[in-house]
């Protein structure tokens, strides 16, 4: 018997792990991942699901922005009017009255590889004099890697004072279900949303670990003393809420609005069990005990669609839509929509509306915008309008506002 066996149990299971990882036959399994690149599915819209009565779609103006960029994933504003882009292939781009720069130096490499890259980019509230910016990313290699978080300032065309603030835990083997989004929470301290990791998903009910979580952290990356986990043994105290499959969207109602601090996140399901739901600290929302979502082959994930200690979603998309990217529209322009969710989708190609009753169900839903493809990221710019991001290749921001 050799006298290191664990050590050679572990080398062979991670040069299984990274074989297995590289070769086609792996890369297939996450092809019906809606996130993925190989991903073409179109449903055709008799089959997307949830469509209730609304009063009617206005007409946005649709113009395009800046086109070829590599799937743009999300967007921000800086006080000056410029505009940052994140690229997924792991590269900052500021939009400058319709001229994008070239890439912005002093961004941390990322894995950009299947569904990994570079993913949110956020301003600190208090930007205009602390000059934060905060990226999340998936970092690693396809075999080993882990969301983490940074923050930077933004000096001229580079990014300087680079800060590592949080890295999830462990690290994981497959290169998808990452998470991502990043918002603030009127307190002042952050939520990071992190994804299962596919493999995972088990891991999403257990409190020892980050997959399918989402975290809290003070700005500067501390643990908040009032999360709702800190005195609970073994579990990460980075923990805010639990149960989580791949929360791709993440929005705040903002100060002055009617419910203002209340957290809105959705998710992606499997085949199906797409979510929306309310973020309230120390919740389960159900991963992968409580789903109306199946396995791609078909399979059962749980008999459960409820379960007693986990919190039913405010909607569930089932079939999927693809969730991914989320804002709250703030009716200074388009009033028709003041106060709705508004959900970016990959898998459906469209830009939908969410109304929600006082309660948080959904007494609504429309489609805004479709016909562009597939749809990562939706924001509300200061100006009242809305940025659209298209996820392709050939990435566009898109601005949208009430036709005249
Ligand atoms: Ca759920």
Do not use: C
């Amino acid at each position: 018997m050799s006298l290191h066996p664990p050590v050679t149990l572990s080398a062979v299971v991670l040069a299984l792990t990274g074989a297995l990882i590289a070769s086609p036959a792996v890369a297939d399994r996450f092809a019906s991942e809606p996130d993925s690149a190989s991903s073409t599915s179109v449903p055709a819209r008799s089959t997307v699901p949830g469509m209730h009565a609304m009063p009617a779609t206005p007409e946005p103006k649709v113009e395009t922005l800046a086109s070829g960029l590599v799937h743009p994933w999300s967007i921000a504003f800086l006080p000056d009017g410029r505009e940052l882009v994140a690229e997924r292939a792991g590269r900052l781009r500021i939009l400058d009255d319709g001229t994008l720069s070239p890439p912005v130096s002093g961004v941390p490499p990322v894995l950009a590889e299947s569904q990994g890259g570079l993913f949110d980019v956020v301003l600190h509230p208090d930007f205009d004099t602390n000059g934060w910016l905060y990226l999340s990313f998936a970092h690693g290699t396809s075999g080993r890697n882990a969301t983490r978080l940074v923050r930077a300032r933004l000096d001229g065309d580079a990014l300087v004072e680079l800060e590592p603030l949080f890295t999830a835990e462990p690290w994981k083997a497959t290169p998808v279900h990452f998470g991502g989004r990043v918002a603030f929470l009127l307190d002042g301290t952050l939520l990071l949303t992190l994804g299962d990791g596919f493999d995972y998903r088990e891991e999403a009910q257990r409190l020892d670990n980050h997959f399918g979580k989402i975290v809290r952290l003070h700005d500067d990356g501390r643990v908040p003393e009032d999360n709702p986990f800190v005195a609970t043994p073994n579990a990460r105290p980075e923990i805010w809420s639990y149960g989580h499959r791949n929360p791709q969207g993440l929005a705040v109602v903002q100060v002055g609005r009617p419910g203002a601090g209340t957290v809105y996140a959705h998710e992606h399901g499997p085949a199906g069990g797409d979510e929306i739901n309310r973020i309230e600290p120390g919740g389960n929302y159900g991963w992968p005990i409580a789903t109306r979502g199946r396995d791609y082959s078909g399979a059962a994930i749980s008999p459960f669609e409820e379960f007693p200690g986990t919190r039913a979603p405010l909607v569930d998309w089932t079939p999927s839509i693809a969730p991914a990217g989320l804002a709250i529209a703030s009716g200074s322009s388009f009033a028709a929509l003041d106060g709705e969710l508004l959900v970016a989708a990959l898998k459906s190609r469209e830009l939908r509306r969410v109304r929600l009753d006082a309660a948080g169900r959904s007494v609504g839903q429309a489609v805004l915008l479709s016909g562009e493809g597939r749809l990562r990221d939706v924001r509300s710019a200061p100006d009242g309008s809305l940025r659209v991001l298209t996820d392709s290749p050939n990435g566009r921001v898109l601005r949208l506002s009430p036709a005249p």
